[in-house]
């Protein structure tokens, strides 16, 4: 369902588009580790220590781009990751703040869910994320999914709902 979203091949697909792909890889296996290293510790345990890896890799992020030296202007989706570092307003700041606290709490949620439940069980779930990344695309930036984006989406829900049921 992503490939057909991401139209590997067509003048749509953007390299950068990929990047969402490695992070996913990256937070399904964080989810099956989180289910392995569930069986002797705290789902608050692993999700700090899940933040602090989070932390540490933002860092490393800061430090690299943080100048602004590698802003790439000619490319929107890297040019806005390798932009250089703006100090938030205290507004901003209270928010990132605010989403950091929800973030950290969801994670720990999210880590016991998959500590104590199968993965599989739990994943299909997550695919309602797919619903609210929809409706926010359209309610904030009037952005609605076409027809291969709409196939996509069906992929992904069907095989969410294949596993569910399989299991």
């Known amino acids: 369902g992503v490939i ?3 139209r590997p091949g067509s003048d749509v697909f953007e390299w950068a588009a990929l990047l969402a792909v490695f992070s996913g890889l990256a937070y399904s296996l964080s989810m099956i580790t989180a289910r392995q290293l569930g069986v002797t510790e705290t789902a608050a345990a692993l999700a700090f220590w899940g ?3 989070f932390l540490a890799c933002s860092l490393l992020l800061a430090v690299l781009f943080g100048s602004g030296d590698f802003a790439n202007e000619g490319h929107a989706s890297l040019g806005f990751l390798m932009r250089g570092w ?3 307003t205290p507004r901003d700041l209270m928010a990132m703040m605010g989403c950091g606290v929800v973030a950290a709490f969801g994670l720990t949620l999210l880590t016991q869910a998959y500590r104590i439940a199968e993965s599989n069980i739990v994943a299909p779930f ?3 994320a797919i619903i609210w990344g929809v409706l926010i695309g359209w309610i904030f930036w009037k952005d609605w999914p076409d027809a291969l984006g709409w196939l996509g989406i069906s992929v992904i829900i069907g095989a969410g709902i294949y596993v ?4």
Request: net charge negative; proline share 6%.
């Open 51 to 53: 933040n602090l890896v």
């Open 164 to 167: 569910l049921y399989r299991e």
């Open 126 to 128: 997550e695919c309602s």
């Open 86 to 88: 703006v100090s938030p």
């Open 4 to 6: 057909i979203m991401l």
